[in-house]
């Protein structure tokens, strides 16, 4: 059995007057005195609402709780119907209670106004058919009006967070941003909270804290630089924040070794490269062919989905979180720890290299390590000088299983070797393809005929029965048995992909090692 109070939390809706547009406007006694809804079927009408006019179209509602703020001025040939409602009960929800226009709403909403208006007007047998068509108009409705929340909801919660993100370090009221999304401060606090699982202020907080962190990584400022750095006025309540948020003072967290999560195989194999196991890491084949971890080190699939991997990523207490920019789980992890982003395409392998190596504070290890491997590049092109002579032009090509892929230094795959270690140049026909700016040239696998190079390289070459035999008929085509490389023998079908995928210290040194290989043997 149900308590009282349990029936009273249900709330009633009965239609009790349905007027057609046209009558509201012809007749000036119209007033309504309770909510009402405006359903055009058809043409337009123009209204006044809190002082504004507002045009409404076909398919349009507009749902009223004031009756004193609205006025409806001419209809321009248009058909619909205004309902005015009465509400019975204690909880009444927010959604129905803020003047609301939807457009564009759907065929099964305009048949069921129809439906009641006809049988409001006809009446029938039964008596309650009028108010189970009602409800079933208001289930629609509701159902509108509650996607239409979330959406907008999603388009102006987006649009601050962008905001904040890029402007944190300035003074950001509460006030301000619910300005800037159009909505009241109590909204615009519990539709926050519930996006982003924070309260305003402790957004900010940890935007600017974590934003510190990044900055400790390379350097101990003055703890009131460090302050204005990221939006506070002074170092005193900047430690006070920060040692409250990360557990230690912001000298201890420069100082501490840290514990670091590297998301790509590229950043992994950098922190290899200095004798630095991270706490969690991505690894390729090449990569755990090189060094050997536990499974428990490992991130299973992180390329793909977050959500797998959130919990050990959380569990293993980072200091710190490596990754390429522009990664969609960065928002996610604020709240496990900073999340470092290195360009990939605004930097090279050594840049990188040499960042992650100031982090772990390992900047003899990489000088060292690029050392070393300058000198093997001294040597190969020496090796390269007495063989080949002047170099020419090379062009380095993956086959996958329905395009070509050319490849250019910013994405590796051992072009960066070819051309700026090993004096190799980019055919003209790349060149002009812009690929100095886009990274790389995707083109149908027919099509590689038509990129003629001095020497050319295949990396990669389709898996498939159906696809290696579309590749062997370009292979066997006139066309490419007539580009020079064919004619000179200085065609390399490598076929490592693995190998040349990462664009890294331990991936690069063994592309040297296999491109001297085929071209010295």
């Not at 208001?138 to 905001?163: C, F, M, P, T």
């Not at 990489?366 to 300058?374: A, E, G, R, S």
């Amino acid at each position: 059995m149900y308590k009282d109070n349990q029936l009273l939390s249900h709330v009633f809706y009965q239609p009790i007057q349905i007027v057609k547009l046209e009558e509201m406007v012809s007749c000036k006694e119209v007033h309504f005195t309770h909510p009402f809804i405006v359903i055009v079927y058809e043409g337009h009408i123009m209204c006044m609402l809190q002082g504004r006019p507002i045009q409404l179209s076909s398919n349009s509602v507009m749902f009223l709780e004031d009756t004193d703020d609205f006025y409806l001025l001419e209809t321009r040939e248009s058909t619909g119907i205004v309902i005015q409602y009465r509400a019975y009960g204690s909880k009444r929800d927010s959604l129905l209670q803020e003047a609301t226009l939807m457009e564009h709403c759907s065929y099964r909403l305009m048949n069921l106004a129809k439906e009641v208006e006809k049988e409001a007007t006809v009446g029938g047998s039964n008596p309650f058919r009028l108010q189970k068509l009602f409800g079933e108009m208001l289930e629609e409705l509701y159902s509108h009006l509650r996607d239409n929340k979330q959406q907008q909801e999603g388009l102006w919660i987006d649009k601050v967070l962008h905001y904040i993100n890029l402007h944190f370090r300035d003074e950001l009221t509460r006030e301000q941003m619910a300005e800037k999304a159009q909505v009241s401060p109590e909204h615009f606090s519990r539709t926050f909270h519930k996006h982003t699982g924070y309260t305003y202020s402790a957004y900010l907080t940890l935007l600017r804290i974590r934003e510190s962190q990044k900055k400790l990584l390379f350097a101990m400022p003055k703890l009131d630089d460090l302050a204005h750095e990221v939006g506070y006025r002074e170092g005193t309540y900047f430690s006070r924040k920060f040692r409250e948020f990360v557990g230690v003072s912001p000298t201890v967290y420069y100082q501490k070794s840290k514990r670091i999560i590297a998301l790509n195989t590229n950043h992994t194999a950098c922190l290899l490269a200095l004798g630095i196991t991270p706490v969690l890491g991505v690894y390729s084949p090449f990569l755990e062919g090189i060094k050997s971890v536990p499974s428990l080190q490992k991130l299973k699939g992180y390329e793909y989905d977050i959500t797998s991997n959130y919990r050990e990523i959380t569990a293993a207490c980072p200091d710190v979180i490596i990754n390429y920019s522009g990664g969609r789980e960065k928002q996610a992890l604020l709240s496990v720890a900073p999340v470092l982003e290195l360009p990939c395409k605004q930097l090279s392998w050594r840049e990188q290299f040499a960042l992650i190596a100031n982090i772990v504070d390992r900047q003899e290890v990489y000088k060292n390590w690029l050392q070393q491997y300058d000198e093997q590049i001294a040597l190969c092109n020496h090796i390269l000088d007495q063989k080949l002579g002047e170099r020419g032009s090379a062009i380095v090509w993956e086959i996958g299983s329905h395009e070509a892929y050319c490849l250019n230094s910013s994405h590796g795959r051992g072009s960066h070797i070819l051309y700026e270690d090993l004096g190799f140049r980019r055919p003209d026909a790349i060149v002009t393809q812009n690929i100095n700016q886009t990274g790389y040239l995707t083109v149908d696998i027919e099509d590689i005929v038509h990129f003629p190079a001095d020497y050319i390289f295949v990396t990669a070459l389709p898996t498939k029965d159906f696809k290696k035999e579309r590749f062997l008929n370009v292979l066997h085509s006139e066309k490419w048995q007539s580009l020079t490389a064919v004619q000179k023998k200085q065609v390399y079908f490598i076929n490592q992909y693995e190998l040349f995928y990462g664009y890294d210290p331990l991936s690069t040194a063994a592309q040297l090692q296999k491109l001297m290989q085929v071209l010295t043997s």
